[in-house]
Structures are given as C-alpha cells and as structure tokens.
C-alpha cells in the first residue's frame, strides 16, 4: 500500500500535467483532420407568434461546415439545422431575415457559412 501511494502521491502535479499533455495529444491526432462538406437543409422558423403564419423563400439553403474526417458518416451531420428566428417580426409584410445554424457538436461539427445567408420571410394572419 504504502509502495502504491508513493507511485501516485509523489510529484503529482507533474503527472497531472503529463496525463493532461497526452490527452490533448491524442484528441489532436485523432480528431485534429477537418474537411468541409456542403449540406441542403431546410430553414426552420422559430419563435412564432399563433396569430400568424409564415413562408420562407427559398425554403432551403446550402451550409458549409468543417467536419473532423471521422464524424463524416455520423449521425452528427444529420443534426445540422438551418432557421430563422421571427420573434422581432411584429406584424403581416416581407422581410428579409438572416438565416443561423446549429449543430450539436459546435467543436467537432463548425458551420462556416450558409448560402443564401439571407431569406425572404412573408408574414399573413391566419
């Protein structure tokens, strides 16, 4: 016992500081590749009023995310969304909003741009 907390006591902050070295070194080897891919999505529009009922022009974008290699074929990529968010729109008309995106792994999965980067979005009262 006493051999074992002489192995781990001793000089513990230069082994915290290897440990934390060698897994910054690993993650960076396996996950330090990325690649960009284009994906379609379409926009979702969020933050609604009831009264109101919205349409978006065009209804789809294209999204250029940097990926790590490994996750190309992941589930991760199916989780990129595109939306709009209309809680400032106040009543019926056209506006043009700004479109955002959101992924679930914003390290791994980093959405760079979104092309139209804008939409039209008409607003009537249902």
Known sequence: ??????????????????????????????????????????????????????????????ITVYVVERLILSRFIAEVKAYVDVSKLKGPGSYRVKVRTETLLPWFIHPASVEPPAVLVEVNRR
């Open 1 to 62: 016992m006493r051999v074992l907390k002489l192995i781990f006591v001793k000089d513990w902050k230069y082994k915290l500081i290897a440990l934390t070295v060698s897994i910054a070194l690993w993650g960076v080897v396996n996950f330090g590749t990325r690649t960009t891919i284009t994906v379609s999505r379409y926009v979702e529009v969020r933050n609604g009023s009831h009264g109101l009922q919205y349409s978006v022009r065009p209804d789809r974008v294209e």
